[in-house]
């Protein structure tokens, strides 16, 4: 495959950070290459991307060959956190599509002949976990629940790259809120039914980003 100076690979583009990434990069001018469980469902949920790759998270596979040449890799696929029961299966899930998705993705760029520029791993303000009243920062040390040790592995293997030099970006996001899609909606249903009230304990702070976002 040749090197393309603009060909970026997103996983996770047809979620609702990616849907907008993708959107936002071929604003820019570059060519999208997703990455997809199921590419054809990928085709109608994140149209105009240049190539569909059959993807799935695990060390290594054939998609690795779309990674060599690209300019960046942006990942920002993971099992759902919400809306599903936290069984350990699941959680098993939640921590496997993220550590051994980033951990394939991390292989293939090492084993690319000609690597990406950047890589940008998505990640979340979950590292931080539930911590009062205390203001938190990048500097802040991690927290102690499950979400925090899934970003904590998550992190670490996205940060593997610098073993073999690719700029890798962290995207610690907090909560989305979009109008249709991710956590908002949740929220404001029971509110608009005239049954809303805290989501408990209700003294919890999480920052959020408006979305989409917008460019001063
Ligand atoms: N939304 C938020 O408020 C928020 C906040 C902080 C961090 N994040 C993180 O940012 C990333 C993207 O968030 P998002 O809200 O855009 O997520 P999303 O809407 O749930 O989409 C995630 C994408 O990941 C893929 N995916 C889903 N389940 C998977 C699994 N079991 N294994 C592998 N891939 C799977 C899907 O793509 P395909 O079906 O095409 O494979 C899906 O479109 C996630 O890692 C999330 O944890 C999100």
């Not at 998270?57 to 890799?73: K, N």
């Not at 629940?145 to 904590?152: C, E, I, R, S, T």
Request: include cysteine; charged fraction near 25%.
């Amino acid at each position: 495959m040749m090197a393309d100076a603009r060909r970026v690979v997103v996983t996770g583009a047809t979620g609702l950070i990616g849907k907008a990434v993708c959107a936002a990069l071929r604003e820019r001018g570059y060519s999208v290459v997703v990455f997809s469980r199921d590419p054809d469902g990928a085709r109608r949920a994140a149209p105009g991307a240049v190539e569909y790759v059959a993807w799935e998270p695990a060390e290594s596979g054939p998609w690795a060959a779309a990674i060599d040449g690209a300019h960046g890799v942006i990942s920002l696929a993971g099992a759902s956190i919400a809306g599903k029961r936290w069984t350990e299966e699941w959680k098993r899930e939640i921590r496997r599509s993220r550590v051994v998705g980033t951990r394939g993705l991390v292989e293939a760029m090492r084993a690319a002949a000609r690597k990406p520029r950047v890589f940008v791993s998505g990640s979340a303000v979950g590292l931080y976990g539930p911590r009062d009243d205390t203001a938190l920062d990048e500097g802040a040390a991690p927290g102690d629940d499950f979400l925090a040790g899934v970003v904590k592995e998550w992190e670490a293997e996205a940060l593997r790259t610098e073993e073999f030099g690719v700029r890798t970006a962290l995207i610690r996001t907090g909560i989305v809120l979009d109008r249709d899609e991710g956590a908002l909606p949740q929220m404001t249903l029971p509110v608009k039914l005239f049954v809303g009230g805290p989501v408990l304990p209700g003294t919890q702070w999480f920052p959020g980003s408006t979305w989409p976002m917008r460019s001063a």
